[in-house]
Every structure is written in structure tokens, then in C-alpha cells.
């Protein structure tokens, strides 16, 4: 039927301009538009790997596990040593940051394989992607930069036990919003402290509750 072949001829002829118009691209578009995800760049290795986020947690576990932490929590209450806790944490991580970040880039590009490593950036150590390479990068870079995590542990650790002596006892629970928490191992007096930077730290509380409460308690 003609009108039928004029249809046809109107759709041919409109891939065949799309076709002409694809050919015409310069070879650079093309080429970008073929290209598979670029691998990540250093900047981008760190903001996955949370930055100086497992330095932090290692010098955080130190202290909260240590004899002094728990005396002084005893004596000066726990928001206070956590207070002061984070406060040494801080500034130990600060000063070995421009040695750990390099180090934890080595550590990801050779315990993660380099197609995860590339395209759109998943989130940090805390997010679901990357949890399954978290520890390997833990345990690398306690080999690899064990002289930055002794270091920093140790200058953190001083410090508190520097500090805390300083601060003034007080009167009431030590354990504060924590009182029904067993607060006996580095893990619950981390967590605890952690919820202390938290806006609320009572409604962040409750997420742990169930790991941390003594079973009197529940």
C-alpha cells in the first residue's frame, strides 16, 4: 500500500539520520561515552575508607579499655571521661593523619579488589559495600603502619591519664544515662562515649541497649 511504504520510508530514513548523526560525533565523544568506570583516585580511596575512621576507633578502644578509664569514669563521672577521652583521641589522630592517610590508600588497593574500587564511590567503612573488605584493611594496616597506631594509642592514652586526674569528682552515678549498661568492656564504654557526640544521645542509646544492658536489667 503506498502509504504504508511512505511509513516505512519515514522511519528508515529517521534511523538513518540518527546513524549519520552518531558517525559524525568526533571520535573523542564516542570514546568517552564507551569508556568503563575510571578507577578511583586517591581522594576518593580515602573518603571510602571513612578517612582516619579505623585510626579513631583503634586509639578510642585503647583508652576505653584502659585501668585508667575506668577508674576515673568511677571518679569523674563517664560523660566527663568520655569528654576527655575524645579529647586526646582527637589530637593524637590529628598529629599521625598525614602518615596514616597514605598508608590506609595502600592498604585498600591491595586488600580490595580494583573493580570495587572504581565508578560511583560507595559509602565508608560503615556502609554495607565495604564491610566485608573492613577488616582486612584493619588488620593490613596494623601490620603495615603499626608504628603511626603505636603512636598514636600511646599519646592518646598519656594524655588521658594526664588529664583525668585533673578533672573533679562528683557526687552522683558516674554512669549517668548508662546506669543499666555493663559498662565493664571497651566495646560498651566506646559505644557509650560515642552516643555522648551524638545530639541525642539517650535516643542513640536505645539501638544498643540490647547488646550492652545487663540481664538484670531488660
Known sequence: MPWARGEARRRRTGWDRLVLAVAALPPILLLVAAAPDAAWDDAKVIHAGGGTFLLDSAVETVIAGSAAMHASMRRIGLKRACAIASAARRQAVAAEAEAFLPALVAAMRAQIPPERLTGPAFPAFNGTAQ??????????????????????????????????????????????????????TANAVSTACLMYRLPDPAGGKQAFDTFYQRKETR
Open 131 to 184: 564491610l566485608p573488605f573492613k577488616a582486612r584493611v584493619s588488620a593490613a594496616l596494623e601490620r603495615g603502619a603499626a608504628p603511626i597506631y603505636t603512636r598514636a594509642r600511646t599519646h592518646a592514652l598519656a594524655r588521658f591519664e594526664r588529664e583525668a586526674p585533673t578533672a573533679p569528682a562528683i557526687s552522683g552515678d558516674w554512669s549517668d544515662i548508662f546506669a543499666d549498661w555493663d559498662l565493664s
